[in-house]
């Protein structure tokens, strides 16, 4: 079987899926296209070159995607039974469908949650053609499952497990966290993502200042990222430990006692899903679509309201005041983020695969 992901921009987390993906299936011949995006996107998320490693992958200019006919040849030259294409954003992606590829099977991914706003209200008749068109359509959960079902996909049509997360560099660090702290479980907080107005920075840093006024020995706030907000990371017993790459971030995730992601703009967060699988307690805004997938109040972790410092800083005081319950707490965690390890994903994916192409698997 060959199979064409037409992707936005390369991911340390997806490079691992992929992986994951040709073990899972033998004899897959993949291809992955990604765009190697801007100087700015770059700078947001500046991944190691190995995080592709062993994907066969083709990395395209901010030029080379707008050409359509380049895009479109890539992919012919692929000749794949299915083309994966990542919703409708793309222009040279979205004429990657019939009649230019009769032949194939055609999967669509979205991430975006339903929200109800005016333009999603006319999504229908903007993009429905387009929709229509797939075979099968790809969500991470329930907020984007209920959105396709909004643009008329039929339940058949859609499959969950759009995102998994690598797992393998994780393993360890619940039981790394309690042997390397002398004192038992840490007392410090984590933010680890871009440093965007969607991550809502402004929040994060006016919530733990809030905070600290809340207790009298409050923990440390660790943030690891880059972006365009970088400026806004400091503050009392804030720190900026830059950008992580992912095979450097197990150490980090095991120096800390709970993750926090206060995002306005969060169509999932793989960033939840790794945060459980380490066994850290949660605190993220109810924007944050994995919420309803990875995060059970006050079981592993607390759900805010969006856009709310005042929420945030009560959260970081619960936390903290019951600093004894985060072990247990993560614990429960890990059992939610199981589901979304790289070794289930491509389970999902063959399963998926076998769906739409049942007699192409092993050819």
Known sequence: MRVAFCWTQFSGYMGACWRALLKEVPGLE???????????????????????????HRA????????????????????????????WGIPAYRKLTRPRFPAARLVMTMDTSYHGRLRQ???PFVVGRYVRQM???VVPGERAWQYARYLGVSENRIHRGLYGYDDEPLKAVYTNRALSEPNGWPRRFLYMARYHPDKAI??????????????????????????????????????????IQPHEQSQVWASHAAFVLPSRYEPWGVAIAEAAAT???????????????????????????????????????????NHDACAAMGAAGRQLALPFRSYYWARRWRRLLEQVTPNHLNT
């Open 135 to 137: 075979d099968a359509v």
């Open 121 to 123: 209200k006319l999504a």
């Open 279 to 321: 066994g850290l307690p949660i605190v993220c805004t109810e924007a944050c679509g994995a919420s309803v997938e990875l995060v059970r109040n006050l079981c592993n972790g607390i759900t805010i309201p969006t856009d709310n410092p005042q929420a945030l800083a009560s959260a970081l005081q619960w936390i903290h005041q």
């Open 30 to 56: 993949l291809l992955v296209i990604g765009r190697s995006g801007s100087t700015q996107e770059r700078a947001e998320a500046p991944y190691s070159s190995d995080i592709m490693a062993g994907v066969p």
């Open 60 to 87: 395209v200019s901010e030029n080379e995607m707008a050409d359509e006919r380049l895009v479109a040849s890539i992919v012919a030259d692929a000749r794949p039974d299915v083309v994966v294409l990542p919703g």
């Open 202 to 243: 402004d929040v994060l840093v006016d919530g733990y200042r809030r905070y600290r006024t809340l207790v009298s020995e409050p923990w440390p706030l660790d943030c690891a990222g880059t972006g365009p907000l970088r400026d806004l990371v400091r503050g009392e017993g804030i720190n900026d430990l830059g950008f």
